[in-house]
Nanobody, 126 residues
Framework: QVQLVESGGGLVQAGGSLRLSCATS????????MGWFRQAPGKEREFAAA????????YYSDFVKGRFTISRDNAKSTVFLQMSSLRPEDTAVYYC???????????????????WGQGTQVTVSS
């Protein structure tokens, strides 16, 4: 059974930082591309970042580029999202997801992912 469990969310002031983690099990993690999405209240879920299976290639949406960094530790089957210079508009539930093997890089649409975590809340106060 595949499980993805996010952690690290919380309340932070604007300009602050958070590091999200997503621990996985039941996957051959080292061959799976991973992504992070987010969903703000009343909005659709949107792509934030993706990372290749070996961690050598990353891709970011424009609204997080230069502020967020996606990384992974294949030995621990965990993917991370380091978030800096946070803004109130970054407030959302953040989800990690495993990309389907047949999906095209960089997997900007949520239908390209076949396993999801339950999400972790990030709230940025002004």
């Amino acid at each position: 059974q595949v499980q993805l469990v996010e952690s690290g969310g919380g309340l932070v002031q604007a300009g602050g930082s958070l590091r999200l983690s997503c621990a996985t099990s039941g996957l051959t993690f080292s061959i799976v591309r991973m992504g992070w999405f987010r969903q703000a209240p009343g909005k659709e879920r949107e792509f934030a970042a993706a990372i290749s299976s070996a961690g050598l290639t990353t891709y970011y949406s424009d609204f997080v580029k230069g502020r967020f960094t996606i990384s992974r530790d294949n030995a621990k089957s965990t993917v991370f999202l380091q978030m800096s210079s946070l803004r109130p508009e970054d407030t959302a539930v953040y989800y990690c997801a495993a990309m389907s093997p047949t999906s095209r890089w960089p997997g900007r649409s949520d239908y390209e992912y076949n396993h999801w975590g339950q999400g972790t809340q990030v709230t940025v106060s002004s």
